[in-house]
């Protein structure tokens, strides 16, 4: 656990994991240069379970790089400061990660919760996508809830376990690289309350967040190919996979569709030739892929145009890819010029 500034909701959030039903832990906490009371809350534990360290601030991802290099433990677990751990979670992830090998990172699903711990909403990702299925999909946007992880440390060392202090979205970034060494599963049932907070860092999808997440995926997918991708494509995906809301003039339209269908058939190569996913999940990855096919063609074409060539070549390859893909009244109502400039 790292905390800057967070004696509001600490204590709450350290008593949580010192009531778990699996008792044999060691809690590493990150103050990360508090200026208020946290130091003070976090002082008073007397549970040996428990080790604090005071540091100067240096920012979320250097905390909780220290802390992976401060811990010794086989399993590394992933806790927020103002959030509330359910009793179980430790417990059945550690059982979930001990019974299946396979298995390098885990995580579970979230009740939201306000400041004063009312229920907003809950969240929980299907735990029954198969694994293949889900590294696929882990390579074009992030389905990581970061606060309720917990991994092999044999896994983070072998990805580079230092989180990137300097990159707005550590966790994509550490998870984009553990997704093509190990499998990640969500689990099923709840591992925390997680608290939705004014202060709370958040996905901004702009820019600079659109930035980084070329940067990541710009790796990714030069890890699986052998080579960076040609032309704009990258700068392309990143935009799609964020569905970044950005003025017209921003987004990157100079990518063709045929380029972006391209760099996208030869991911899907690449990623097939490397894992080689069994006949029913290679049949799943081409839904998958059918579907955003779609979901690109209405944030590419559509809402930032409209290009209606472009978006005729997309529809084209989902149907390729599942040919009884299904289109929305709406989205047929969008594409009903694109299909009168084909009669004509």
Not at 72 to 88: G, Q, T
Not at 113 to 118: L, M, S, V
Request: hydrophobic share 40%; net charge negative; glycine share 6%.
């Amino acid at each position: 656990m790292a905390v800057y500034n967070g004696a509001r909701h600490l204590a709450k959030s350290v008593e949580s994991i010192l009531g778990q039903t699996f008792p044999q832990f060691e809690f590493l906490i990150i103050d990360d240069g508090s200026t208020d009371e946290s130091a003070a809350i976090l002082d008073q534990y007397a549970d040996s379970r428990i080790r604090v360290i005071h540091t100067e601030n240096k920012g979320l991802g250097a905390a909780l790089s220290l802390g992976v290099q401060e811990s010794r433990a086989p399993f590394i677990a992933r806790m927020d400061a103002d959030d509330i751990a359910l009793p179980h979670r430790l417990g059945f992830q550690i059982e979930a990660l001990r019974t299946r090998p396979n298995l390098g990172l885990v995580d579970g699903g979230t009740i939201w919760i306000d400041e004063q711990d009312r229920t907003l909403l809950t969240s929980r990702r299907p735990s029954h996508i198969p694994p293949m299925l889900l590294r696929w999909q882990l390579l074009w946007q992030n389905l990581v809830t970061h606060p309720t992880v917990m991994l092999r440390r044999s896994v983070l060392e072998q990805a580079g376990q230092n989180y990137d202090s300097a990159c707005s979205v550590e966790d994509y970034d550490l998870w984009s690289r553990i997704n093509l060494i190990t499998f990640i599963q969500h689990l099923p049932g709840y591992a925390l309350r997680y608290r939705r907070t004014e202060t709370g860092m958040t996905m901004t999808r702009d820019l600079s967040q659109m930035d980084t997440m070329e940067t990541i995926q710009s790796r990714q997918f030069t890890q699986l190919l052998g080579k960076p991708l040609p032309g704009t494509s990258t700068r392309c995906f990143a935009a799609l996979s964020l569905q970044t809301s950005l003025p017209v003039e921003e987004y990157p339209l100079q990518t063709d569709s045929r380029e972006l269908i391209r760099d996208t058939e030869a991911i899907k190569a690449a990623f097939f030739d490397r894992f080689d996913p069994p006949p029913d999940e290679r049949r799943l990855i081409h839904q998958d892929l059918a579907h955003r096919y779609l979901e690109w063609t209405w944030i590419h074409h559509l809402r930032h145009g409209p290009h209606f060539a472009g978006a005729r070549h997309l529809v084209r390859m989902a149907l390729d890819h599942e040919p009884g893909t299904v289109l929305s009244l709406n989205f047929l109502k969008a594409l009903i010029p694109s299909f009168s400039e084909t009669i004509r």
